[in-house]
């Protein structure tokens, strides 16, 4: 599968440090919701702020890299989408199996969901809404990246 001429792989290559930056967020926060941290410094430490602002790092690389256009956007939101949903589902998973508890599987954060309802919203609504939003916001800012900050034509 090829958009714009760049393959799957080409994506993965081009998102890997941000995949591994969303995965440090996750992996921080798990720590320090083990380590009983107070809830805003938790909330501070966000796989959902995370996210977006790899998504943010990712349209920058794709406009400054020539890396396609719109169509790698959508595609890059939907593969940091899954990122982020991913490891999310794999902590409520763990939390579940285990019989311990974590921020990911915390009641105020399940709405009284069971586990595998909690992980069927993150694979339905977590991945569909995250790319939605992630599409519409990539797009806008790779719009207002093509219009103020044209590249030339030989870089």
Same mark, same amino acid.
């Given at each position: 599968?090829?958009?714009?001429?760049f393959?799957?792989r080409?994506?993965?290559?081009?998102?890997?440090?941000?995949f591994g930056?969303i995965?440090?967020?996750?992996?921080l926060r798990?720590?320090?919701?083990?380590? %009983?941290?107070? %809830?805003?410094?938790?909330s501070?430490c966000?796989?959902?702020?995370?996210?977006?602002? !790899?998504l943010l790092?990712a349209?920058l690389?794709?406009?400054?890299r020539?890396f396609?256009?719109?169509t790698?956007?959508?595609a890059?939101?939907?593969? =940091?989408?899954?990122?982020?949903q991913?490891?999310? =589902?794999? !902590?409520i998973?763990f #939390?579940?199996l285990?019989?311990?508890?974590?921020v990911?599987s915390?009641p105020e954060? #399940?709405?009284?969901?069971?586990?595998l309802?909690? =992980?069927?919203?993150h694979?339905?609504?977590?991945v569909?809404?995250?790319?939605?939003?992630?599409s519409a916001?990539?797009?806008?800012?790779f719009?207002?990246l093509?219009?103020?900050v044209?590249?030339?034509a %030989?870089?």
């Amino acid at each position: 599968m090829r958009i714009n001429g760049f393959s799957l792989r080409d994506h993965l290559r081009l998102l890997a440090p941000l995949f591994g930056l969303i995965a440090a967020v996750w992996a921080l926060r798990l720590v320090m919701g083990a380590m %009983g941290v107070s %809830g805003r410094l938790l909330s501070i430490c966000s796989v959902s702020v995370a996210g977006p602002a !790899a998504l943010l790092l990712a349209v920058l690389l794709i406009h400054s890299r020539h890396f396609g256009s719109y169509t790698n956007v959508v595609a890059t939101a939907f593969l =940091i989408a899954c990122c982020q949903q991913g490891l999310i =589902i794999a !902590a409520i998973a763990f #939390s579940t199996l285990t019989g311990t508890q974590n921020v990911y599987s915390a009641p105020e954060f #399940s709405y009284g969901m069971s586990p595998l309802q909690h =992980i069927l919203g993150h694979l339905s609504f977590g991945v569909g809404l995250g790319t939605l939003t992630g599409s519409a916001m990539g797009c806008l800012l790779f719009w207002l990246l093509r219009k103020f900050v044209p590249l030339q034509a %030989g870089r």
